[in-house]
């Protein structure tokens, strides 16, 4: 549990007192945070390992150290207080105590007179190697192949396909992603052949030669007053041979087990610490080239053009290439495919420079395609509330964030409207900041449209939408108990009864005392749960949440309440949950 | 009738291979055909190359791949002579680059200043052979050299496994100036502390270890955020040198996998955090800092290009130049700072850096010595760090080359590309920097006498240029150089196409001449008074072939014309096309 305005209350009392104490901090006792680090499987100790501790409200205040070959750990910290500890090294990525996966929510250390904290167990998941051969249908290493590897995982209770990481093969072929999270993935390859440069030249050559009428000694930069071979004979055009075999000069982009799309891949599982071999064999393909001019208003300028190869809703770099003063382009080696271009002007400010990108669609001739700058969509509406609205419009923001992590932000005025103008074209995602207890909810039209938190900007009209915000001023704190003792690392899961209200769901795992704090819950109807095992729960799956629902706790929060509660501890292996 | 037919292929003409073969016209009017046919072989193994690629040139062309044994065959073609390309992925051609190809190149520095990037695959580097294809003639055999490879793994002072540190390798290559430290392949160790460096033509290398070494990154806001460890390694050569000269050479042998592993302690490093001042906003920028008496950078360098906030993490105590560069594409500018900065035992906050825009130098020529204006002066002044901001200077035109079947001097290619700034006798925007001239003059008789910068002779050696202003760059052309000339004999008869070296001995880099000519008559003009050593080859001699080979030395008076027979030597590798 991390940063909740709670403990950050909690957290400012402990500074003053250590400020006031500042001077005698050398006779204060301290409490004792130390234990031990083993590895998750062989629970062998970790020594060399670099492990930290910190205030959960002060990430600044870290101390560091180094476990001892035995693989123990002693810190002193000066104040009762929740503390987050890490650890880390080459083979271990960084993870937090009872960590879920590699990037869920973890257990805060909970210090205090009535808390052991000299015992601590950190259990450390080294990481997970996909590692392999990427190699051609001659059996040859394909080098400096590009891997990707996607997950299928579960994230904020949806069962999602990610794009975890991706690799360059080396010159033999070999790639090796390590540092993995445990889990399941998809592995996918794509290359160019060594040769393909080299035959797409003589291809050129090929091309020049045939469409020449003649012999023509004009290779050659001839000097003009040279002692001209008069061009009287009567020659045979000379024969360009290419080599009647060769299949393609492209690979095609192919899964693990040698499969064209992630729906016909097969699933590599790889456990915390395991590595799995996975090899994959490149097809060659024909290619073709894409030509691209861009027509862009101003000046014309010079810049560079990417293409992205798209796999499974993701975009791969394929080729990059330069775009001339004039805004032509080409792709050279190009198999048939779903791509996008993107392209800048190498001024990234000032009349002259231009940004765009584009799908397009790659078939099996060359392609011409005219690029435009993209529409700059504008949006303007109202902030409106469900309920009571805050006192003032100050320091609240709109903000727009799009798929490539690209933010853009309108402040709200006095009047509760907002605007926002030159958004490039592309999804955005909505969220509102700087409310205090509110939380945006959905997007809204006059008529009373409920829209999701989601724009699709791709015209230069103006849209307009109201963001409807909710207030969500109500916390529950607790402890999860089994059989009497508090668990530690039991995740809360706070489900709205209407699914439809996706902005109030809220999550949080039990600290070493069972605490756990749900914190900015608008009010309505809920169904609360405690469960041994959370991590890969798509609650967000009505089959699923159907069936928690039925094994949760039903709850009403008032607006601005405050609950304490105490949930006793379901385990998940004794739901019949619904394998995916 | 004979007709000599130069292919250039390529895209830069400073990186020619220039391929001159013969044809005989009146012989392809005939229609005899025959069978273009070889086998491509592991120099190392012997067993032949499969899939390997071999393109042909000549009256007609074409490609093939190799079968699983190595061998290749196209019927139907003239009987005539084929230059053959011949490449595979894992190979690299057996001959060593040709010293006529060393000299046209633009002047480089000695010490290895390449970028560290992670660099993409370089095509395989093609093996090109001359095949003279006649009716019942054997089939070619055409030699690869296997790629040797390093790996090895990088541990700490506790034996753990250091993830993500950079091990370079730097090709010792023998020059006509001494050893060039080229550096090649990177790699960076992986989670298990292993790294894995392919793709090393086999020779002389040296590892250096760095730590986490990286691109510049932009970052945006006012901080980046970053858990670096503040830990760092010092560069180490290996096996445990600190410094390029004392590093062990390991030799590579053809498809070689050495092992060489180190074990280094770690120490603690600091960030250099700082602003830029005189930038331009969103402009290209990178940072490099170089350790002191280091030509290669290192540290993992952040900057935005909005504020000018830069920050350089984990660097290990020492002292270091810190170098920005700025690049603005419209209208095209550079800009550039050099800082010393000397890291102890805290972070360095605040360093404020004002990047300059350059500044310009004109040019002047003296004619002396009875040389006249009747030629070109060609300057090319070569940016140690920042190479894409070379500069080069015409002033005068080329005279037309001389006629006549004996002299054709290959040095007077003239330039491909060349700046033609607002003042032709000005070398603008000449940001701080270590820098080598190039002069070169094209006209009858005359040579380069010397090269001064204020009063610093610049023709010899590398130079800085600051931002304070260095004076003129003054030129002396002299117009009473010497001329050579001779028959060149191969076991006493008239050596056809042979390359005549005029190497000084003071300064075996610098300012090789070289003429060949047709029936073994060669001249050479223009040659600066002094201390030569003379050699005639056939075939391309490699760099080493000049160094190590004999040859008359001799010494050149002023306006002297001096008549001297050469007996010619065979080139190592004869077997690269002239």
Known sequence: MTNTPASKIVFFGVLTLAL???????????????????????????????????????????????????????????????????????????????????????????????????????????????????????????GNALVSVFQSTVSAGERKIISRRQARANAAGEFRLASLPPGNYYVCAMGRP?????????????????????????????????????????????????????RGTSFVTTFYANAPTLDDAAMVHVDAGSEAQVSITLPLAKAVSVRGSIIAPGEPSDGRANLYKKISDSFMIFLHTW????????????????????????????????????????????????????????????????????????????????????????????????????????KYEVVAAGAKDYVAAYLTGGAGERWPLTLDISSAETMRRDLMLTKAASAIDGTVEHAGLPQVGVLVLLMPKDPAQRWAYRVDQTDTDGSFHLATIPSGDYSLIALSQGAEIAYRDPKVAAVLAAASKQIHVDPSAQLDMKLEMVAAASLSLPSR | MTQQEIVLIGRNMFRYVAIVFITSIGFAQTSEKCVLAGTVFNSATHAGIPHALVSYVGFSGGYRFTDAGGNFQVANVPCLQYALTVSKAGFVSGQEEPAQQLLMRAPRNAEPEAETSDQGPQPPHPAIVMVDVKSGSPSARISLVPVSSIVGTVLDENGEPLEGVVVQSIAAKVSLAGIDYVPRNTARTDDRGIYTILGLAPGDYLLRLVGEVSDTRYFMGNTVNLSNDHRGLPPIYYPNADSLSAASVLHLAAGERTTADFKQATEAAYDISGQMTGFVAQAWTRLKLYRDGEGLPLGRAFVNISSGQFRIVDVPHGNYTLRIEQYQADPAKWLAAEEQVAVSSEPIRNLLVPLSAGVDIPVSVSYEGGATEGGMVNITLQPGHTRANQRQLQLGRIPKLPQGPDVVDVSQVPPAESASPANPSVLTGLIPDQYRLQVQFFGHGGYVASAKLGDVDVLHGKFPVGESMPGELHITIRGDGAELEGQVTLSGRPAEFAQVYLIPTSDPGAQVKFGFGAEGH?????????????????????AKDILTGSGETLSVQPGEHRSMALEAKQASDSSVPR
């Open chain 1, 323 to 426: 775009v001339s003063k004039n805004g032509s382009f080409r792709f050279d080696n190009v198999p048939a495919g779903s791509y996008a271009i993107a392209a800048s002007s190498q001024a990234s400010s000032g009349p002259s420079s231009w940004n765009i990108r584009q799908e397009i669609e790659v078939g099996g001739s060359d392609l011409e395609v005219t690029l435009r700058p993209q529409p700059m969509g504008s949006l303007s509406g109202h902030v409106v509330f469900e309920s009571e609205r805050p006192s003032s419009a100050a320091n609240l923001y709109v903000t727009f964030r799009n798929e490539r992590n690209n933010s853009y932000r309108a402040e709200v005025g006095p009047d509760w409207n907002f605007s926002i103008h030159r958004l490039p074209a592309g």
């Open chain 2, 522 to 542: 060669y001249k050479i003009v223009g040659v600066a008074p002094g201390d030569y050593k003379i050699q005639a080859w056939i075939g391309a001699p490699t």
């Open chain 1, 194 to 246: 060594w040769f393909a440069d080299q035959v797409i030249q003589l291809q050129r050559l090929q091309k020049s030669m045939e469409s020449r009428p003649s012999i023509d000694h004009g290779t050659v930069p001839s000097e003009p007053d040279a002692d001209d071979q008069p061009s009287t004979q009567e020659q045979q055009i000379p024969e360009y041979s290419p080599d009647p075999s060769l």
């Open chain 1, 20 to 142: 006031s104490r500042g001077c005698l901090l050398q006779s204060a006792p301290a409490y004792e945070v130390s234990g031990i680090v083993v590895d998750s499987r062989s629970h062998a100790p970790l020594a060399n390992m670099l492990v930290s501790i910190a205030p959960t409200t002060a990430r600044d205040q870290k101390q560091e150290q180094v476990t001892k070959p035995d693989g123990r750990f002693a810190f002193s910290a000066g104040e009762p207080g929740k503390y987050s500890l890490r650890v880390r090294k080459p083979g271990y990525p960084a993870q937090a105590y009872r960590q879920t996966g590699f990037a869920g929510v973890s257990s805060a250390i909970v210090v205090g007179d009535d808390q052991d904290t000299r015992n601590i167990v950190f259990e450390a998941s080294r990481g997970c190697a996909i590692s392999g051969l990427i190699k051609d249908e001659n059996f040859e290493p394909v």
